[in-house]
C-alpha cells in the first residue's frame, strides 16, 4: 500500500492514505471490514496496472481485486 498511496497522494495527502486510512481499517466491525476489503483492493489493482504498463494483459490481481 506504501507505493499505492504516494500514487494515490495527488487526490488527498499522502498521510490520508498511508496513516489515517490505513489506521482505520484495523479495527473489528463490519463497517471497518469493508473499508479494509476496500484498500485491499485499491492496492491490488494498482499493482495491476503498474505490472502491465505497456501492454493490454490484465494481471491476477484484478479478479482477487474485484472479490474484495
Same mark, same amino acid.
Do not use: P
Given at each position: 500500500? $506504501?507505493?499505492? $498511496? %504516494?500514487? +494515490? %497522494? !495527488?487526490?488527498? =495527502?499522502? &498521510? #490520508?492514505?498511508? !496513516?489515517? +486510512?490505513?489506521?482505520? %481499517?484495523? !479495527? =473489528?466491525?463490519e463497517g471497518?471490514?469493508? +473499508?479494509?476489503? $476496500?484498500?485491499?483492493?485499491?492496492? $491490488?489493482?494498482?499493482?495491476? #496496472? ?5 501492454t &493490454?494483459?490484465?494481471?491476477l490481481n484484478?479478479? #482477487?481485486? +474485484? !472479490?474484495?
Open positions: 500500500m $506504501a507505493n499505492t $498511496a %504516494s500514487e +494515490l %497522494s !495527488g487526490y488527498f =495527502n499522502e &498521510d #490520508f492514505w498511508s !496513516g489515517l +486510512l490505513l489506521k482505520a %481499517s484495523l !479495527g =473489528n466491525s471497518v471490514a469493508a +473499508l479494509r476489503h $476496500a484498500v485491499i483492493g485499491i492496492g $491490488a489493482l494498482h499493482e495491476d #496496472f503498474v505490472n502491465a504498463e505497456g &493490454d494483459e490484465r494481471g484484478s479478479e #482477487f481485486a +474485484l !472479490g474484495q
